[in-house]
């Protein structure tokens, strides 16, 4: 079981659509990650929240917008994706931003038609 | 920034033998080891991790053991199991404030009966 929680598990979007992926921890951490993962690759690091406010973003083009309502719920909305885009979208957190064990929630699996 | 080299990318093994898994990184301030599992379209998964002040850590039939002057850390299985066959990624964290995990490339473990 996960203790970090991810919806929707598979989406398939066109081109021109908006949407969501949510993330949600209880476990009180408080910095939270979002990776994507394309096949056979490691995860590669796109944003970091912590204390609810975004600490890192790895020059990821402005079609990825991440928010943090609080410290449980992560979301990333997506608008306008390309179709390498495609891959698997990780969630992670941690009880602080450093020296502390990220753990991964299952992944939204990403289709950009 | 930190770079983090894994060797080798593909190891097979005879169930019951050993597998070892290198890793070097290049920032002396690094603090943070962990080595993730991934099996085939799930998440990646925590099996263990070293932090600097320790050499080696052992948990059952996995260990992970840290040279810090020669900036490497390796993962060790013994009596592997084919339910070990995943795919292993080693990272490394800078103990910088809004830094976060930098991965290797990973090692497919394949371990036939």
């Known amino acids: 079981d996960t203790e970090v929680t991810q919806t929707p598990k598979h989406l398939v979007m066109g081109m021109t659509n908006k949407k969501s992926l949510k993330c949600e921890q209880h476990m009180g951490h408080r910095a939270m990650y979002w990776y994507k993962q394309k096949a056979k690759k490691p995860p590669e690091l796109m944003f970091v929240y912590s204390y609810e406010k975004l600490s890192i973003n790895e020059s990821v083009p402005s079609r990825f917008s991440p928010e943090c309502p609080n410290s449980s719920l992560l979301n990333l909305h997506l608008h306008a994706l390309q179709p390498e885009d495609s891959a698997l979208y990780l969630c992670a957190s941690s009880q ?4 502390q064990p990220q753990h991964f929630g299952d992944g939204t699996r990403l289709s950009i038609l | 920034g930190e770079n983090v080299e894994q060797h080798p990318s593909t190891l097979s093994v005879q169930e019951g033998d050993s597998a070892v898994i290198k890793c070097t990184y290049s920032d002396s301030a690094s603090n943070y080891f962990p080595w993730y599992k991934q099996e085939l379209g ?8 070293i932090r600097s002040n320790v050499g080696e850590k052992k948990d059952q039939r996995i260990a992970v053991t840290l040279n810090k002057t020669a900036k490497h850390f390796s993962l060790h299985i013994t009596e592997t199991q084919p339910e070990d066959s995943a795919v292993y990624f080693c990272a490394a964290l800078l103990n ?4 976060a995990l930098i991965f290797g490339k ?8």
Do not use: C, M
């Open chain 1, 96 to 99: 602080f931003d450093s020296n």
């Open chain 2, 42 to 49: 799930k998440r990646p998964q925590l099996i263990i991790d």
């Open chain 2, 96 to 99: 910088q404030a809004g830094t």
């Open chain 2, 106 to 113: 990973g090692t497919t473990l394949s371990v036939s009966s």
